[in-house]
């Protein structure tokens, strides 16, 4: 079994940064390729970023630039750096593990998820 527990959401404007934080317990943690995904009002969820082995990361073209995702195996953290947010980018967002195989950015995938963080970029 795996826990995920997302933080860090919030109101921030247009422009602004802020940086998501998911706690992972539970078995192994360090082999897991880790990924952020989020659902915005009236769409479906969407890849954001993952993060595998050392510091290898993929993100959508969307976020490219903007975001980093980064990962602590010591703390079983993963964390989501967002900066220059635009309104477009709000949604909840929620932090996965991703299965023993499959691909890095198809939810369908990942097997563990957190509760989700509800992130909000005014205009």
């Known amino acids: 079994q795996v826990q995920l527990v997302e933080s860090g959401g919030g109101l921030v404007q247009t422009g602004g940064s802020l940086r998501l934080s998911c706690a992972a317990s539970?078995?192994?943690?360090?082999?897991?390729?880790m990924g952020w995904f989020r659902r915005a009002p009236g769409k479906y969820r969407e890849f954001v970023a993952s993060?595998?082995?050392?510091?290898?990361?993929l993100y959508a073209a969307s976020v490219k630039g903007r975001f980093t995702i980064a990962r602590d195996n010591a703390k079983k953290m993963v964390y989501l750096q967002m900066n220059s947010l635009r309104p477009e980018d709000t949604a909840v967002y929620y932090c996965?593990?991703?299965?023993?195989?499959?691909?890095?950015?198809?939810?369908?995938?990942?097997?563990?998820w957190g509760q989700g963080t509800q992130v909000t970029v005014s205009a």
């Open positions: 996965a593990r991703r299965g023993a195989y499959g691909s890095r950015s198809n939810a369908n995938d990942y097997d563990y």
């Open positions: 539970g078995r192994t943690f360090s082999s897991d390729t």
């Open positions: 993060i595998w082995g050392s510091e290898s990361t």
